[in-house]
């Protein structure tokens, strides 16, 4: 549903998980705890293999502390809310682009305003992710910060990744909630090529073919070329070169 959002709760004390889950059941009758965590090592595995909008986690805990699990996964898509019986991480929490830093016990008008930021955040990257379409020859890529804008002759090559695609220039590189069979459309009025199930390249920023079966492309990146594309792709190739 559009307005419905899915959320993780992360706290090494159990009745800390069951006191949230109940004020947010309460509260927000939109909201779906897909999955609770007392465990860095299973909360780690969760936020991988589960999408979830909201995130809200506990700063310490034994093994490791939130700062530490977040940073072993890169750009997490979801909102992040800390909940905390400790004021001096503040600054580091906000380093994280964090919705909310709430303080133990939870007061639910807190609790609310930190939810309701993140939802407002979540309803916009949902439309931005809408709106990820060409314009003057840009692919618009949001991020949790706003939307980068990329010139698409600037793309190198584009990779599939986790479900996500990576889109990489000459000086960035990016990643996009988008798979990448939605960047083959973006991309089929320009001089791109989909060379492997993983792999679409800018034929332009081609550097050498190998006869083993991989492109180099500009940034001396190897990549791939599937064998039942192959023929396709050296026609391409010798009449561009």
Not at 40 to 53: F, H, I, S, V
Not at 126 to 140: E, F, H, S, Y
Not at 199 to 213: C, D, W
């Amino acid at each position: 549903m559009p307005n419905s959002f899915s959320c993780i709760i992360i706290d090494d004390e159990q009745d800390a998980i069951e006191l949230l889950t109940d004020r947010l059941a309460h509260l927000f009758k939109n909201i779906l705890v897909i999955g609770t965590y007392t465990d860095w090592e299973k909360a780690l595995d969760g936020l991988r293999t589960q999408n979830c909008d909201l995130l809200l986690l506990d700063i310490s805990m034994p093994g490791k502390n939130a700062f530490e699990l977040l940073r072993l996964v890169p750009n997490p898509d979801c909102e992040v809310i800390f909940v905390t019986a400790h004021e001096n991480y503040a600054l580091d929490a906000f380093a994280f682009s964090t919705s909310g830093y709430l303080l133990k016990p939870v007061d639910d008008v807190e609790l609310s305003g930190a939810i309701n930021k993140a939802m407002e955040r979540i309803r916009n990257k949902r439309i931005a992710r809408q709106n990820t379409v060409p314009l003057n020859d840009k692919i618009g890529i949001p991020n949790n910060h706003g939307i980068d804008y990329i010139n698409i002759n600037d793309i190198l090559y584009l990779e599939s990744t986790n479900k996500c695609t990576k889109l990489v220039t000459g000086k960035s590189e990016y990643i996009s909630s988008q798979n990448l069979g939605k960047f083959l459309h973006l991309t089929e009025s320009h001089s791109f090529f989909q060379v492997h199930r993983s792999y679409i390249i800018n034929l332009n920023s081609i550097h050498r073919y190998e006869s083993s079966g991989l492109v180099i492309m500009s940034n001396k990146k190897e990549i791939p070329v599937s064998r039942n594309v192959k023929n396709d792709f050296l026609k391409l190739f010798n009449s561009n070169y």
